[in-house]
């Protein structure tokens, strides 16, 4: 029997969004040897380039760059994803799935309006996977309940005041590659969509940098919390 249980599960409400925000985190936590995962929750079917075919081909490779152990996908509609009960349950199986300690999860306020949605989706799934009372069922086996430690938000398009920083210097390489991967979105040749890659990835690279500098090192991805942050030992925060 497979053994699902990661350190870190980071949800993405499209392929490519934890890659983004989250790739160089994910990237550095498996190089120290913890167990990743991600659940994207839409197959970005609206996006103007690439079949999600092809996106998913994508997705795989990326996966591979940064050694997360496993990677699904829950096929939500993209464009329209809900904070309804039928999607927590989906998500609360995923949680009891992966028993993560901590979930990565989309931006709060952010330009795409997806971001928010999943965001409040992951966010009340990942508090209601630790109550008993909501039964759910996974390859017919009922799961346990289950609470991650916490619960943080990736800072993704709208540059936002970040409330935890994490150095991936050593993974900013590994972390782009993973974003390349991405073929389909970012080999376009000389045009619109080709600049509008390119600036992306140069923004990408400017907030890293500008959120690295808070805490002297090269690079740095950004993370807010909606819950407190508890510790019974301030210098393991460090
Ligand atoms: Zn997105």
Redesign the pocket.
């Known amino acids: 029997m497979i053994d699902y249980r990661v350190d870190i599960l980071a949800f993405?409400?499209?392929p490519d969004?934890v890659e983004c925000a989250a790739g160089g985190t994910l990237a550095a936590e498996t190089r120290q040897g913890y167990q990743t995962a991600i659940v994207d929750l839409t197959r970005g079917e609206l996006g103007s380039f690439g079949s999600p075919e092809i996106r998913n081909a994508e997705a795989l490779k990326a996966q591979e760059l940064l050694h997360v152990s496993f990677r699904e996908n829950l096929g939500l509609p993209d464009g329209f994803i809900a904070n309804n009960k039928e999607n927590q349950l989906a998500v609360i199986r995923m949680i009891r799935k992966y028993r993560p300690t901590i979930v990565l999860a989309n931006a709060l306020h952010d330009r795409?309006p997806?971001?928010k949605q999943a965001a409040e989706l992951v966010s009340s799934a990942a508090y209601l996977a630790g109550l008993r009372k909501i039964e759910t069922v996974y390859e017919n086996v009922t799961q346990q309940p289950h609470r991650p430690t916490a619960v943080y938000h990736y800072i993704q398009d709208l540059l936002t005041e970040p409330d935890i920083v994490m150095d991936i210097s050593a993974a900013f390489d590994k972390k782009m590659q993973a974003i390349q991967a991405y073929g389909s979105q970012f080999l376009h040749n000389n045009d619109a969509a080709y600049n509008g890659s390119k600036a992306l990835l140069k923004q990408i690279e400017a907030t890293n940098s500008i959120f690295g500098r808070a805490i002297d090192v090269q690079y740095a991805e950004g993370f807010t919390v909606n819950r407190y942050i508890g510790t019974n030992n301030l210098l393991q925060l460090l």
Request: aromatic content about 0%; cysteine-free; proline content about 0%.
């Open positions: 993405g409400a499209h969004d795409h997806d971001h």
